[in-house]
């Protein structure tokens, strides 16, 4: 069988959770990429006051689908006291996370990456990038300098002490005479990763292996991004973006599986856009419509609780999702959120100083001067949260979904109708073979609209 990537077609938050937790039951492993715990999924199971919210930070989604098997990849980076907190967080309320495998050449964030990032933002002041402050971007950065601590470090005493022991010579240097910190402790540092590392052990695995055995054995893999594909370190809104490979491209560095099984990519795209942390954007709203769709969506960080920005949909940034991760099918979620709008602007192109470019800008400054170009649709009023069937739709909420499947160039599988487990309309089946969604129509994109 061959693998299947989801990634974010935005800045993130579009919900990937959700998606991941419904095809979670057809697929025998959850693989995270990329990414650490500077971002989180929210899934909800169950309906009304049943319904249970699990906020998940580190952990793959799939640990809650209990028969599957959850993997956190070579590609991620590991606060080991965030990983086990969620543990006994989902332990605490009946869930088993005993499946949880870790790969042994994943990174590890340690205190003084947390510390780094933390002062490194404080120090840049207005030309801050907007981390978390949770040491992901140090630990990608000692992991491309080989100085990093890996999983398999922690088993070996001797060489963590001596890794360890090489990256504070350099770091407590910048620590006590550019940022006027303390030095950091070598034992301090070592005693802290010590601590995890026999809880650790029997989680480790070569994951590489095991899920290159599972898709021999006809197995099926799903393979979850952190972060979105506007945030990749490569294509997004440099240099406000993430410090990994967010796209469907990041899914073999980051899991060890080649690029040849991989047969299917999913995308997630909220029905209007956010985003959380600094960097262009360019149909946000500053107004009573923005508030609208931040309150209505409940539209604060899973993981920082930060509020986010919020805007109308971008489809020039759906278009380019689909051509950077070669996307089969869209799921798009928080469609109910829009209920209520006499009319939904949707950005079909951008206005650069006069020039119309219906493509994402090459140019950086281009595109923080876009100003988006909206096409209107007709909004719709009816209580959308119990639909089951994409006919079950009003008309006007159908045409909205048509259009933005026009838009992107890519059918849209799956549809978001309320924040439950089941609130989902499968308009397709994407367990399908990527060579059957192919055969949906690619529309280029329409030439109407005007500058807003």
């Known amino acids: 069988m061959p693998a299947i990537v989801l990634v974010g077609a935005q800045w993130g938050d579009e919900g990937k959770g959700k998606a991941t937790d419904l095809l979670g039951s057809s697929v025998d492993y959850v693989v995270k990429f990329n990414g650490g715990n500077n971002a ?102 000692d ?120 047969d299917q990519v999913i995308a997630v795209l909220k029905a209007y856009s956010t985003r959380v942390g600094e960097g262009p954007f360019p149909t946000e709203l500053h107004d009573d419509m923005g508030e609208f769709l931040r309150k209505t969506g409940a539209e604060y960080g899973t993981t920082t609780g930060r509020p986010r920005r919020c805007g109308w949909l971008d489809t020039v940034v759906g278009r380019y999702a689909t051509r950077v991760n070669g996307v089969t099918d869209f799921v798009v979620t928080k469609l109910d959120v829009l209920t209520g709008l006499e009319k939904v602007p949707v950005c079909v192109a951008y206005d650069v100083d006069g020039v119309r470019h219906d493509e994402m800008p090459v140019d950086q400054s281009d595109y923080h001067h876009a100003t988006p170009v909206y096409e209107e649709l007709p909004g719709w009023w009816e209580d959308i949260s119990g639909c089951r069937r994409f006919e079950d739709l009003p008309a006007n909420a159908q045409a909205y979904v048509l259009r933005v499947e026009e838009l992107v160039g890519a059918r849209v599988s799956a549809i978001g109708v309320g924040p439950g487990r089941d609130a989902i309309i499968e308009r397709f089946d994407m367990r399908e073979t990527a060579a059957a969604a192919r055969t949906a129509p690619r529309t280029a994109p329409a030439t109407s609209g005007t500058a807003g």
């Not at 809650?64 to 967080?89: A, H, K, Q, R, S």
């Not at 869930?95 to 990456?113: F, G, K």
């Open 40 to 141: 989180g999924h929210t899934i909800v199971i169950g309906e009304g006051e049943a319904a249970q919210k699990y906020a998940l930070h580190l952990l793959p989604s799939g640990i809650l689908t209990p028969t599957c098997t959850p993997v956190i990849g070579n590609g991620v980076v590991i606060d080991l006291g965030v990983l086990f907190e969620e543990i006994d967080g989902l332990s605490a309320r009946g869930v088993d996370p005993s499946r949880l495998v870790v790969s042994a050449t994943a990174h590890v964030i340690t205190p003084y990456n947390r510390t780094l990032d933390k002062v490194t933002e404080r120090f840049l002041g207005k030309r801050k990038i907007g981390t978390t402050g949770r040491g992901i971007g140090p630990t990608y950065a």
């Open 143 to 262: 992991k491309m300098s080989r100085t990093g601590i890996r999983v398999q470090d922690l088993f070996d005493e001797g060489i963590l002490r001596q890794k360890v022991e090489g990256a504070l010579e350099v770091k407590n240097q910048v620590l006590t005479k550019i940022y006027n910190r303390r030095a950091v402790e070598v034992d301090e540092v070592v005693q802290e990763l010590l601590s995890y590392a026999e809880r650790l052990r029997p989680m480790v695995a070569d994951t590489t292996l095991l899920l290159q055995q599972a898709l021999d054995r006809g197995e099926t893999v799903l393979l979850e991004a952190g972060q979105a594909t506007l945030l990749d370190v490569d294509f997004g809104t440099y240099p406000f973006v993430t410090s990994s490979s967010a796209t469907a491209g990041g899914a073999c560095t980051g899991s060890g599986i080649p690029p040849t099984r991989i």
